[in-house]
């Protein structure tokens, strides 16, 4: 029903416009009585085979919300109904930012994908926590940190300790976003020696709380080989609970949107099915090189039952999706976990 009737109304507007209106509408709908549970009813996938153990988290099933979607925190509880067994809020800052100029978000129908050059528009750490202080949910919630724009990447991991701090008390896990290619000079922080530091950084401050939470690194997919290879001995190095492969692209190969349209788009950071076989690929090679037992979240390009069941073969203990729920609608939550078999 989705795909056939309610994708078309709503790709008949700007994407950031429509994505707010859907928030402004869900957040009333929630409001009326029965409407969760009929949600629930409608897209929860409850099973024992589908619990899964890791970062020392019970996570009742293995498909998450991604990053972006929910960046401050406004509908945890509302999107918890459509049966997702985490959420992961942020890009957090320390302060508020308004991000890039608009028009940032641009659907490629084509391509099943978006664009997008956000720039971690946010209302601030502060703002979502208070969110996070009156939800009702109970589920596992990740916060995805990152620096403001106007942070020089030398004095970085000031803000990433005051976002750890104000969110410690109200999330599950954090996540190091320093691949996002939205954030001029961010990716730079990817490279060996800043990023051994970041991590470890970040990691000392959970160790110094009484209650430590894991810490993962999530990592962009156009890194090459060697600079594969480098990450991989930064995570053992430094005892990283966790990665998350892959954040969006900034290749345009293949693409079957017209060259000229997409030239026009510009830059930002392209997600959805282009992005598939490269995100698997990562995991693949991350689950190779870091041994059976290290967590990896796997995302990008997860558009249908079959590329979350390949993201786990490849060696993903859960995955995320993003660009997926809005090509295909919530249902795409029930049919991954409806297709893992015990």
């Given at each position: 029903?989705?795909?056939?009737?309610?994708?078309?109304?709503?790709?008949?507007?700007?994407?950031?416009?429509?994505?707010?209106?859907?928030?402004?509408?869900?957040?009333?709908?929630?409001?009326?009585?029965?409407?969760?549970?009929?949600?629930?009813?409608?897209?929860?996938?409850?099973?024992?085979?589908?619990?899964?153990?890791?970062?020392?988290?019970?996570?009742?099933?293995?498909?998450?919300?991604?990053?972006?979607?929910?960046?401050?925190?406004?509908?945890?509880?509302?999107?918890?109904?459509?049966?997702?067994?985490?959420?992961?809020?942020?890009?957090?800052?320390?302060?508020?930012?308004?991000?890039?100029?608009?028009?940032?978000?641009?659907?490629?129908?084509?391509?099943?994908?978006?664009?997008?050059?956000?720039?971690?528009?946010?209302?601030?750490?502060?703002?979502?926590?208070?969110?996070?202080?009156?939800?009702?949910?109970?589920?596992?919630?990740?916060?995805?940190?990152?620096?403001?724009?106007?942070?020089?990447?030398?004095?970085?991991?000031?803000?990433?300790?005051?976002?750890?701090?104000?969110?410690?008390?109200?999330?599950?896990?954090?996540?190091?976003?320093?691949?996002?290619?939205?954030?001029?000079?961010?990716?730079?922080?990817?490279?060996?020696?800043?990023?051994?530091?970041?991590?470890?950084?970040?990691?000392?401050?959970?160790?110094?709380?009484?209650?430590?939470?894991?810490v993962l690194l999530k990592?962009?997919?156009?890194?090459?080989?060697?600079?594969?290879?480098?990450?991989?001995?930064?995570?053992?190095?430094?005892?990283?609970?966790?990665?998350?492969a892959t954040n969006t692209?900034?290749?345009?190969?293949?693409?079957?949107?017209?060259?000229?349209?997409?030239?026009?788009?510009?830059?930002?950071?392209?997600?959805?099915?282009?992005?598939?076989?490269?995100?698997?690929?990562?995991?693949?090679?991350?689950?190779?090189?870091?041994?059976?037992?290290?967590?990896?979240?796997?995302?990008?390009?997860?558009?249908?039952?079959?590329?979350?069941?390949?993201?786990?073969?490849?060696?993903?203990?859960?995955?995320?999706?993003?660009?997926?729920?809005?090509?295909?609608?919530?249902?795409?939550?029930?049919?991954?976990?409806?297709?893992?078999?015990?």
């Open positions: 029903m989705y795909k056939l009737f309610l994708r078309p109304i709503l790709f008949l507007v700007a994407p950031e416009v429509i994505h707010h209106f859907t928030f402004s509408f869900l957040r009333v709908v929630v409001k009326i009585p029965g409407i969760k549970s009929l949600l629930r009813s409608f897209y929860e996938t409850k099973s024992p085979h589908l619990s899964k153990t890791i970062l020392g988290i019970t996570f009742p099933n293995p498909v998450g919300l991604a990053a972006g979607f929910d960046k401050d925190a406004k509908l945890i509880d509302e999107l918890a109904a459509f049966g997702f067994g985490f959420i992961e809020i942020g890009t957090l800052t320390p302060k508020p930012q308004p991000g890039n100029d608009k028009p940032r978000l641009f659907r490629l129908p084509k391509d099943n994908a978006l664009i997008n050059r956000m720039g971690f528009n946010n209302g601030g750490v502060a703002a979502a926590v208070a969110r996070l202080k009156r939800r009702k949910s109970k589920v596992i919630v990740g916060g995805n940190i990152g620096k403001n724009k106007v942070t020089p990447n030398d004095n970085a991991f000031e803000d990433y300790n005051i976002c750890f701090e104000t969110l410690y008390p109200y999330v599950d896990y954090f996540v190091l976003n320093v691949s996002s290619p939205n954030t001029p000079g961010l990716r730079a922080l990817q490279e060996k020696e800043p990023l051994r530091k970041l991590l470890s950084d970040v990691i000392a401050l959970s160790k110094a709380k009484p209650n430590y939470k894991p990592i962009a997919p156009d890194l090459n080989e060697a600079q594969l290879n480098d990450v991989i001995d930064i995570l053992k190095e430094t005892k990283t609970d966790g990665v998350i692209t900034i290749s345009r190969a293949g693409l079957a949107t017209a060259a000229e349209e997409v030239l026009t788009i510009g830059n930002g950071g392209l997600s959805g099915k282009p992005l598939t076989t490269r995100a698997t690929e990562v995991i693949a090679y991350l689950r190779a090189h870091l041994g059976a037992d290290f967590p990896i979240i796997g995302v990008g390009g997860i558009m249908s039952a079959q590329d979350a069941l390949e993201k786990l073969k490849a060696g993903a203990d859960l995955v995320q999706i993003y660009t997926g729920f809005i090509y295909e609608g919530p249902g795409l939550v029930k049919a991954i976990n409806s297709s893992i078999q015990p």
